[in-house]
């Protein structure tokens, strides 16, 4: 399974990016965002639940939005950027019995790609 993100870049605070991500054509995975920031945790950003539903994130609920476009890739959504949104991200995939926003879910992750805020 390889797992690529892109859509990345820099934006200035306000702004908005559109993250891709190919999906896992596994009916038992459930793939998901996730972020990293220099010196932090890597925390769980938004994800698909086994019931088809989707869990967000308290720091970015009503700007962030994991949808799926076509059959073929997963997407993430991104307004109204803050500079605190600043991190690598990254795409997940998990058995879709576990939790959803635990990073120790995940069996897959891609590479990463950068979003950078600026004031």
């Known amino acids: 399974v390889q797992l690529v993100e892109s859509g990345g870049g820099s934006v200035q605070a306000g702004g908005s990016l559109r993250l891709s991500c190919p999906l896992i054509?596994?009916?038992?995975?459930?793939m998901a965002w996730f972020r990293q920031a220099p010196a932090t945790e890597r925390e769980g950003v938004a994800a698909?639940?086994?019931?088809?539903?989707t869990a967000v994130s308290a720091s970015v609920e009503g700007r962030f939005y994991i949808f799926q476009e076509g059959s073929d890739t997963l997407k993430l959504e991104m307004n109204d950027l803050k500079t605190e949104d600043t991190a690598m991200y990254y795409c997940?995939?998990?058995?879709?019995?576990?939790?959803?926003?635990?990073?120790?879910?995940?069996?897959?992750w891609g590479q990463g790609t950068q979003v950078t805020v600026s004031s």
């Open positions: 997940a995939a998990r058995l879709c019995q576990s939790p959803a926003l635990q990073r120790d879910s995940y069996e897959y």
């Open positions: 054509r596994y009916s038992r995975y459930c």
């Open positions: 698909f639940l086994a019931t088809g539903g």
